[in-house]
């Protein structure tokens, strides 16, 4: 099966900075986009940033130019460098995959989340 593992999160001072990264793996014929979302307690699940397989971004707008999302094909991973981080952005980062399978079904992947604190 498909699988999705995030890394990176952890604690940091308002101003910091952390990268994110998210692997697949599993049964993957293709992977037409990958992106993170986040949620914080009380609050709906939003887009921070998403990639397709032909390099287009879409970012958040609470994103600011502060967030850059990358990928490495090769890797199956995408990863999101989070600069000039904010006390609001603190919350649970999940990445977010568009892959089809080895047995031909395109779904949406959801990782396990990442916790991303950032102190005042």
């Known amino acids: 099966q498909v699988r999705l593992v995030e890394s990176g999160g952890g604690l940091v001072q308002a101003g910091g900075s952390l990268r994110l990264s998210c692997a697949a793996s599993g049964s993957i014929f293709s992977i037409n986009g990958m992106g993170w979302y986040r949620q914080a307690p009380g609050k709906q699940r939003e887009l921070v940033a998403f990639?397709?397989?032909?390099?287009?971004?879409n970012y958040g707008d609470f994103v600011k130019g502060r967030f850059t999302i990358s990928r490495d094909n090769a890797k199956k991973t995408v990863y999101l460098q989070l600069n000039g981080l904010k006390s609001e952005d603190t919350s649970v980062y999940y990445c977010n995959a568009s892959i089809k399978t080895t047995w031909g079904s395109v779904n949406s992947y959801w990782g396990q989340g990442t916790q991303v604190t950032v102190s005042s």
């Open positions: 990639i397709t397989s032909g390099g287009s971004t």
